[in-house]
């Protein structure tokens, strides 16, 4: 199967910065894709940021010009960093993957457990 683990989360002030990591491994022949979610308390989980057909990076209209999206295809793993962050950004980050797990088209979907992102004023 495959596992998903991400990092990086944690407490910090209005304003700073964070970067977060999303790391999956197992059986993967091929990532299809790797896209950051959040949850605040209360709210529905909402698309952070996800890579489009061409490569390129798209991003939640709240987090444009502040989050960027990058990743290390070596090493199967997806980073988010999180610049002027707000107190709106408090959530819990999760990240989901999409793999194949062989040639012949077998597909695996899941999550990671998630890391907490709190942001003070």
């Known amino acids: 199967q495959v596992q998903v683990v991400e990092s990086g989360g944690g407490l910090v002030q209005a304003g700073g910065s964070l970067r977060l990591s999303c790391a999956a491994s197992g059986r993967i022949f091929s990532i299809n894709s790797m896209d950051w979610y959040r949850q605040a308390p209360g709210n529905e989980r909402e698309l952070v940021a996800s890579?489009?057909?061409?490569?390129?990076?798209d991003y939640a209209q709240s987090v444009k010009g502040r989050f960027t999206l990058s990743r290390d295809g070596a090493k199967n793993t997806v980073y988010l960093q999180m610049n002027n962050l707000k107190p709106e950004d408090t959530g819990l980050y999760s990240c989901?993957?999409?793999?194949?797990?062989?040639?012949?088209?077998?597909?695996?979907?899941?999550w990671g457990q998630g890391t907490q992102v709190t942001v003070s004023s």
């Open positions: 989901n993957v999409e793999v194949k797990m062989s040639s012949d088209g077998a597909t695996w979907n899941g």
């Open positions: 890579f489009t057909g061409d490569g390129s990076a």
